[in-house]
């Protein structure tokens, strides 16, 4: 696929966004993937459950310890990896599903979930909508998509 010029597209939209509306769509390497996925719901779907998962789990656990900076950052990263992990167990295995459901890599429902954290679940996700559609239309106008 397009992945180099996805997350370039990706890059730009998601700064120029960043500086006009001051919300972040879960990183900005994020929308460049998600904008290659956006007719795979199944994918979405499970990046989605395990970014939110991901966000749920590691706001339960800052409740019991002080959790900022960079080591919130990094446990976002490691739990959504270790979700990435259980889901891919439990879910993708058992049931044999195909790997066009499983989700979008180890670290990106990490990020999105730190997004989350930071700027609240659906200003991030309506963040995230945006720019991977705008990075899908661009793909498709410069003729590197269908």
């Given at each position: 696929?397009?992945?180099?010029?996805?997350?370039?597209?990706?890059?730009?939209?998601g700064?120029?966004?960043?500086?006009?509306?001051?919300?972040?769509?879960?990183?900005?390497?994020?929308?460049?993937?998600?904008?290659?996925?956006?007719?795979?719901?199944?994918?979405?779907?499970?990046?989605?459950?395990?970014?939110?998962?991901?966000?749920?789990?590691?706001?339960?656990?800052?409740?019991?310890?002080?959790?900022?900076?960079?080591?919130?950052?990094?446990?976002?990263?490691?739990?959504?990896?270790?979700?990435?992990?259980?889901?891919?167990?439990?879910?993708?295995?058992?049931?044999?599903?195909?790997?066009?459901?499983?989700?979008?890599?180890?670290?990106?429902?990490?990020?999105?979930?730190?997004?989350?954290d930071?700027?609240?679940?659906?200003?991030?996700?309506?963040?995230?909508?945006?720019?991977?559609?705008l990075?899908?239309?661009?793909?498709?106008?410069?003729?590197?998509?269908?």
């Amino acid at each position: 696929m397009n992945l180099v010029e996805s997350i370039t597209i990706g890059l730009v939209f998601g700064f120029v966004f960043y500086e006009w509306i001051g919300l972040s769509a879960g990183g900005f390497v994020v929308p460049g993937y998600i904008a290659l996925q956006l007719t795979n719901l199944p994918v979405l779907a499970g990046t989605l459950t395990i970014s939110v998962l991901t966000y749920a789990s590691v706001k339960l656990f800052s409740r019991y310890t002080i959790l900022f900076g960079r080591r919130r950052f990094i446990l976002m990263v490691l739990v959504g990896f270790s979700w990435q992990w259980v889901f891919k167990l439990l879910v993708v295995q058992q049931f044999n599903l195909a790997s066009e459901t499983d989700s979008l890599g180890f670290i990106v429902p990490g990020l999105i979930a730190n997004e989350m954290d930071r700027q609240r679940v659906l200003p991030t996700l309506m963040a995230l909508l945006i720019i991977s559609v705008l990075v899908r239309l661009a793909l498709i106008g410069l003729g590197l998509l269908r």
